[in-house]
């Protein structure tokens, strides 16, 4: 086994690494600036108690570096991809803000956010929230398609499960997307966006 401590984002995203060969650590490099202006963005009329998210692609290109690009406004509940990406460039997945009204940081992905994820084909998913960013990734073992319905159900449930354990809505939605990425088969690495991201969880 051949365990990397730390490897660039641009390089995880040349191919799906299996469980076993992933890094103990990701540095998110130049990106790690162009996320936290989106972010700055998604919180610039906070005072005036709005929020909006911002998301945007990641492809990699023919050279192996890794772009944002596309990167769209949606509104306090969500924000639509547009996961075209130019014809030299790979789609690997997408990145997206949780901003709320009320300034809570730290809130990793949604249900709705991990179904998108597998089911969009997506190789990694990069919320960042306050300086807070996680990251899920797909494995070999992760299904191709998951019902979209059954997985936002079941995150809700355990969600408030986890909730009424005397957790914060944080870590309550922490622990819960640690249930989804083990029946899912997914990796899950978290961090600040100036450090480097701490591998989690792998299957
Ligand atoms: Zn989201």
């Known amino acids: 086994m051949n365990v990397r401590n730390q490897v660039s984002l641009a390089a995880l995203c040349q191919e799906l690494p299996k469980s076993d060969d992933l890094p103990a650590g990701i540095d998110l490099g130049p ?5 936290s202006k989106l972010w700055e963005r998604s919180i610039r009329d906070i005072d005036e108690g709005r929020v909006t998210e911002w998301g945007a692609v990641l492809a990699l290109d023919s050279k192996g570096n890794l772009r944002l ?3 769209v406004e949606g509104d306090s509940n969500g924000v639509m991809i547009n996961a075209a990406v130019e014809e030299d460039c790979t789609f ?4 997206h ?3 709320y009204e009320d300034g809570t940081t730290g809130m990793a992905f949604t249900g709705a956010d991990i179904a998108s994820m597998i089911n969009s084909g997506e190789r ?3 919320v960042q929230s306050g300086e807070y960013v996680f990251a899920c990734l797909r ?3 992760t299904p191709p398609s998951v019902d979209r319905l059954t997985l936002v159900s079941w995150f809700n449930t355990m969600c408030r499960r986890h909730f ?3 957790m914060s809505k944080q870590e309550a939605t922490l622990a819960t997307n640690l249930d ?3 029946e899912y088969r997914l990796a899950f690495y978290y961090g600040r966006v100036f450090g480097s991201l701490r591998k989690v969880y792998v299957p």
């Open 139 to 141: 494995t070999p073992e």
């Open 97 to 99: 803000t949780h901003p």
């Open 92 to 95: 690997v997945g997408t990145f």
């Open 180 to 182: 989804m990425c083990a």
């Open 69 to 71: 690009v596309n990167a």
């Open 31 to 35: 990106l790690a600036n162009e996320m």
């Open 124 to 126: 990694i998913a990069i």
């Open 164 to 166: 009424a354990d005397m």
